[in-house]
């Protein structure tokens, strides 16, 4: 339940307009799968990102799940993939039959390193396998090191699956983040920048691929009166109702940036004279939309200290993502590691970080950090 005093880490944020679109589909009895909404919040976003297809869909996962159907990978093929993600980025590589092999972050920007990428791919080819897509993501809204991660992909010839589940309104010298890979997605998921309830989209390069996407997330229908099927199809299209949730928050998006990205200079401001802690910053170029302010501390013990000190005044706050590599799921798979992501994860915290955080709650936080590390 949701209570006025707990403080969330991230939680939904209504911009005003969500009510009127999703009454417009129940006035209009739109309440089937497809229907304006649907097109209406494509649009909206295909006018955001700027020369890019967008399908709209029922979750981020789905979205990735269709990219690497749509690239092609399948049983018995490799998909390098960032091991600093959250699961969603890595599982739908199982549900296609193939094999993740982890790729440790660089420290600019915790995500992908260049280096281990291509020292990956090197040993892969070497081994006869060579990989069949990459999957890089902006962590926390922080884009990865696009032009280095894109050149390595185009020297070997490999597609690349750019995860901007949490980067909506980032951008890498002005390109906007979901447009930079083979194919993009995002998510609107109950804790994402806006949010449909739930929800995502792939963003592809052109109609055919945009076809061919809702042509799957629709259960593959071949055109026909009765339901004929030549391949295995996916209910993973974005309902109407949804869809409208998703008009009134695209109108908000670039405040919800601009708050979330206040809410880190906050932090910034009041906590970075502790020695102890540090923030990771923008490298030249690189604009995040800050969807979570993290903070790495010096120790697990002192992670621990600020989390349960918050914990105990009803704040909530989170460890780092916990590295692929390192989960039971996928501890049989290959990986390509060299401790930062680890260390991330030991000694990371991911602050509360709603756009509707008043500023009240943020003195709170920052006074109980502040007791914690006196
Ligand atoms: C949220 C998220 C996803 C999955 O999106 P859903 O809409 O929850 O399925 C994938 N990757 C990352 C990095 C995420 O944060």
Same mark, same amino acid.
């Given at each position: 339940m949701l209570t006025k005093t707990?403080? @969330?880490?991230?939680?939904?944020?209504?911009?005003?307009?969500?009510?009127?679109?999703?009454? %417009?589909?129940?006035?209009?009895?739109? #309440? /089937?799968? %497809?229907? $304006?909404?649907?097109? !209406?919040?494509?649009?909206?976003?295909?006018? @955001?990102? !700027?020369?890019? +297809?967008? /399908?709209? %869909?029922?979750?981020?996962?789905?979205?990735?799940?269709? /990219? %690497?159907?749509?690239?092609?990978?399948?049983?018995?093929?490799?998909?390098?993939?960032?091991?600093?993600?959250?699961?969603?980025?890595?599982?739908? #590589?199982?549900y296609q039959g193939a094999t993740p092999i982890f790729i440790d972050s660089e420290p600019e920007t915790w995500n992908m390193s260049p280096e281990l990428l291509e020292i990956a791919i090197k040993d892969r080819i070497e081994n006869y396998k060579k990989p069949k897509a990459i999957v890089a993501v902006h962590l926390y809204g922080m884009p990865y090191k696009v032009d280095e991660i894109n050149a390595i992909a185009r020297k070997y010839d490999i597609p690349l699956v750019e995860d901007s589940a949490e980067a909506l309104g980032s951008s890498y010298f002005n390109r906007k983040c979901g447009t930079l890979g083979t194919y993009g997605i995002l998510s609107f998921n109950g804790n994402k920048i806006i949010t449909t309830s739930g929800g995502g989209a792939l963003i592809a390069p052109d109609v055919t691929s945009k076809e061919k996407a809702v042509f799957l997330s629709t259960q593959a229908r071949d055109d026909a009166p009765h339901y004929e099927h030549s391949n295995v199809g996916y209910n993973y299209r974005m309902s109407n109702v949804l869809a409208g949730i998703g008009r009134g928050q695209m109108e908000v998006l670039d405040e919800r940036v601009e708050a979330r990205r206040k809410?880190?200079?906050? @932090?910034? *401001?009041?906590?970075?004279?502790? *020695?102890?802690i540090e923030f990771l910053e923008e490298p030249q170029g690189f604009y995040s939309n800050r969807w979570l302010t993290c903070i790495k501390t010096r120790s697990f013990e002192e992670r621990e200290r600020i989390r349960l000190a918050?914990?105990?005044?009803? &704040?909530?706050?989170? $460890?780092?993502? +916990?590295?692929?590599?390192? *989960?039971? #799921?996928?501890?049989?798979?290959?990986?390509?590691?060299? !401790?930062?992501?680890?260390?991330?994860?030991?000694?990371?915290?991911?602050?509360?970080?709603?756009?509707?955080?008043?500023? *009240?709650?943020?003195?709170?936080?920052? =006074? &109980?950090?502040?007791? =914690?590390?006196k």
């Open positions: 707990k403080i @969330y880490l991230s939680s939904p944020h209504m911009g005003g307009s969500e009510e009127s679109y999703v009454k %417009l589909a129940f006035d209009t009895n739109w #309440i /089937a799968p %497809l229907g $304006p909404n649907v097109n !209406g919040f494509e649009n909206d976003i295909e006018n @955001y990102l !700027g020369d890019k +297809k967008v /399908a709209v %869909l029922s979750s981020g996962t789905a979205a990735i799940h269709l /990219a %690497l159907e749509l690239i092609g990978v399948s049983k018995s093929d490799e998909v390098l993939c960032q091991s600093f993600t959250f699961s969603a980025s890595a599982n739908p #590589i199982i809410n880190f200079e906050f @932090y910034k *401001q009041n906590l970075e004279h502790h *020695q102890n918050l914990l105990k005044q009803d &704040i909530e706050s989170r $460890p780092l993502w +916990k590295p692929m590599h390192l *989960q039971p #799921i996928f501890k049989n798979c290959l990986n390509f590691t060299n !401790g930062i992501s680890e260390s991330l994860f030991e000694k990371g915290l991911c602050l509360p970080s709603g756009s509707n955080l008043n500023e *009240q709650d943020l003195y709170k936080i920052i =006074t &109980i950090i502040n007791n =914690t590390l």
